[in-house]
């Protein structure tokens, strides 16, 4: 069983950046691909970007794309995002989640099997 943790949220102003990261316990992390999605309250959880296996392939939303870059690093079982020109509607818990698959194109919840507990992060206008 994987372990994901998140950790890089805070609380930042509109117009600056920050970046999380995710440590995943395991042998096989570089097998698989990893995704980063958010949530508010009272609302769904979202896609915000995903990456292959060997960091060939990403994908992102449409809200976020231009701003948000997702890397890994299998050397360290890591997988980041750096995000910059941050928004008050960024403001949710990221989490961090893996697929079953090296590389998946779907941005829904029910392609991913592990999750991590969230990071919250906070963007004053």
């Known amino acids: 069983q994987v372990q994901l943790v998140e950790s890089g949220g805070g609380l930042v102003q509109a117009g600056d950046s920050l970046r999380l990261s995710c440590a995943a316990s395991?042998?096989?992390?570089?097998?698989?691909?990893m995704a980063w999605f958010r949530q508010t309250p009272g609302k769904e959880r979202e896609f915000v970007a995903s990456i292959s296996w060997n960091g060939d392939s990403t994908s992102y939303a449409d809200s976020v794309k231009g701003r948000f870059t997702i890397s890994r690093d299998n050397a360290k079982n890591t997988v980041d995002l750096q995000m910059n020109s941050l928004k008050p509607e960024d403001t949710a818990v990221y989490y961090c989640?893996?697929?079953?698959?090296?590389?998946?194109?779907?941005?829904?919840?029910?392609?991913?099997?592990?999750w991590g507990q969230g990071t919250q992060v906070t963007v004053s206008p």
């Open positions: 395991g042998r096989t992390f570089s097998s698989y691909g």
């Open positions: 989640a893996r697929s079953p698959l090296a590389w998946s194109n779907s941005r829904s919840t029910t392609a991913f099997g592990s």
